[in-house]
């Protein structure tokens, strides 16, 4: 099961910061958290991980909180190409099997 | 460098029938994973290849199968298809030795339908 829960949807104006938040109370001390995101009828797209920094890349910008039990995911100027389901995902670096577990994501609507 | 390409893009098979479908890594990876996604949910992974070895694998029944060839390009065979089996499959590709786990990079996926 995903251990993660992050809203079913959101919708954003265009140019506006889209702030995803992700709840992940259970994370160990050796999980990173992961987002991925998804346009429709394409395969997941890596977006940004952390462990307990708060990162920043071209994307977007991951906030995770001093007790590691939530974070968000800032897109600081939506365009209607953000539009996509968002994946907060928990995982060990490294861990055997290494796989990434899916849960249902946050739909964003960019809207003009 | 080259993304993950994944072939065919649709395929239509018949209950019962098998299926092959076929992935080539990003250059450079080493790891690739399959992933099975119904419509309207996350993807589910199926397993995990590394190195030409399986290193994981999900909850899905031996009927799922798989391979990796040394040039890290891979396969996923289903036997025996059931109507269920209808769905988006996805392979993810990455470099498990790199010391930065930058994560997966997906393929488009092939589009499956069993009548």
């Known amino acids: 099961d995903a251990k993660t829960t992050q809203p079913p949807s959101m919708d954003c104006a265009e140019g506006r910061a889209a702030n995803l938040p992700c709840n992940h109370s259970?994370?160990?001390?050796?999980?990173?958290v992961y987002w991925y995101r998804q346009i429709h009828s394409q395969g997941p797209q890596y977006i940004i991980h952390?462990?307990?920094n708060n990162e920043t890349n071209e994307m977007a910008s991951l906030i995770i909180t001093e007790d590691r039990k939530s974070s968000t995911l800032i897109l600081p100027h939506a365009t209607l190409r953000d539009t996509a389901v968002y994946y907060c995902?928990?995982?060990?670096?490294?861990?055997?099997?290494?796989?990434?577990?899916f849960g249902g994501g946050t739909r964003l609507m960019v809207k003009p | 460098e080259t993304g993950v390409t994944q072939s065919p893009t649709h395929l239509i098979k018949t209950r019962g029938q098998q299926v092959t479908l076929r992935c080539s890594s990003q250059?450079?990876?080493?790891?690739v994973s399959w992933y099975q996604q119904a419509l309207g949910q996350g993807p589910q992974f199926i397993f995990q290849?590394?190195?030409?070895?399986?290193?994981g694998r999900g909850n899905f029944p031996p009927r799922f199968s798989g391979l990796q060839f040394p040039n890290y390009s891979s396969e996923l065979n289903v036997n025996a298809l059931e109507l269920d089996d209808s769905a988006l499959y996805l392979c993810?590709?990455?470099?498990?030795?790199?010391?930065?786990?930058?994560?997966?990079?997906f393929g488009s996926g092939t589009r499956l339908t069993v009548v």
């Open positions: 993810a590709s990455s470099d498990r030795d790199l010391k930065a786990n930058y994560g997966y990079t």
């Open positions: 259970t994370i160990s001390g050796n999980e990173y």
């Open positions: 952390g462990l307990k």
């Open positions: 995902i928990v995982r060990a670096a490294f861990s055997a099997g290494n796989m990434l577990t």
């Open positions: 250059s450079g990876h080493n790891t």
């Open positions: 290849y590394y190195r030409e070895e399986e290193n």
